[in-house]
């Protein structure tokens, strides 16, 4: 059993930027995935990005050179740089993990990103 414990959300103004840390505790041996989705009002969860334990990474078309992810394997975290942010990056973003890219087995709770002027 994975846990996932996300921080760094918050209100930013449009253009501006935010990182989003997950921790991660448990037996995380052999390749694995770590990965971020958002859930908007209204809207169902989706994919953000995802890197695997060898550094393969995944994003998606939305948010392809705008943010970046990456992780520190010895501390069992993933990041997610969000840059030149939009309206429509309001969520609520989650950390994910698992054994198979985009199949996640673990979630954390949640963080807000709010995006508004």
């Known amino acids: 059993q994975v846990q996932l414990v996300e921080s760094g959300g918050g209100l930013v103004q449009p253009g501006g930027s935010l990182r989003l840390s997950c921790a991660a505790s448990?037996?995380?041996?052999?390749?694995?995935?770590m990965e971020w989705y958002r859930q908007a009002p209204g809207k169902q969860r989706e994919s953000v990005a995802a890197?695997?334990?060898?550094?393969?990474?995944f994003y998606a078309p939305s948010v392809k050179g705008r943010f970046t992810i990456s992780r520190d394997n010895g501390k069992n975290t993933v990041y997610l740089q969000m840059n030149s942010l939009k309206p429509e990056d309001t969520a609520v973003y989650y950390c994910?993990?698992?054994?198979?890219?985009?199949?996640?087995?673990?979630w954390g709770q949640g963080t807000q990103v709010t995006v508004s002027s």
């Open positions: 890197i695997t334990s060898g550094g393969i990474t």
């Open positions: 448990g037996s995380m041996f052999g390749f694995n995935s």
């Open positions: 994910a993990w698992g054994l198979t890219t985009w199949a996640p087995q673990s």
